[in-house]
């Protein structure tokens, strides 16, 4: 067990990289979202049945002013990041990040949540090295219903709409993609709020073909934007 230290709130998470070999003795049939207050239910993403974690949490006022803040700047921002974290106590090197935000209230205190939720994945995986890519967005990316053809991704709105996903039987596979395919009922599509954090399991994860988690980007409202962070594991 390894114990983090997190600005918002402290994470106990085990080492599990190697559930990812385990080979699934039966066959499941569905999958369930794993939903809580504490961001000890990531965890549960490691579960051969769950194909999404979802922390509700609340961001801290200062890290929410920032998101606001830079939003209203009206300034694209695009950066990616490669982390290298050779081993379990390294912290990710986030110089540069945002840079040219850095005198905005709340900077540091969003890159100290950026790189605690870095730290976090990586020792939830075992990963040595993690993909970032922290974006300001106007439109949505994937507007359609789909999967990723990833293990794993990190995704979370530090300011804007969030994304939204659907529950196992909501829609039929073999029509992702299609407009005519998505759920027309409203109350079908749940939507993440702005400052939780959500692991999507996708279509590589060991076990998991045919039951990665169905999302799409929200399409912003006219005028209005999203900040957006999302961690990839590479490795």
Known sequence: ?????????????PLAAKSLLRPCA????????????????????????VNLGLWQRQLPAHIED????????NQPLAESLSLELPDEEASPNLQGLASG?????????FIAD????VSAFACL????????RLRVLDKAMCPRFHVDHVPVRLITT????????????AMDRRRLGQAEGEPRDPALIQQI??????????????????FGLIHRSPQPAPGERRLILTLDWLG
Do not use: C
């Open 26 to 49: 039966v066959p499941l049939v569905s999958r369930r979202a794993a939903i809580g207050p504490t961001p000890a239910v990531l965890a549960e993403v490691l579960d051969d049945e």
């Open 66 to 73: 920032f998101g606001q803040l830079l939003l209203s700047l």
């Open 1 to 13: 067990m390894l114990t983090l230290s997190s600005p918002v709130t402290p994470l106990r998470i």
């Open 193 to 210: 709020s702005s400052g939780e954090v959500a692991l999507f399991k996708g279509e590589k994860w060991h076990g998991n073909q045919g």
């Open 158 to 169: 530090y300011a804007g709409i969030g994304s939204q996903w659907l529950r196992e039987g």
């Open 125 to 132: 995986l075992g990963a040595k090295r993690v993909g970032l």
């Open 114 to 117: 950026v790189s605690w939720l």
């Open 101 to 109: 935000f850095s005198d905005l209230h709340g900077y540091d205190g």
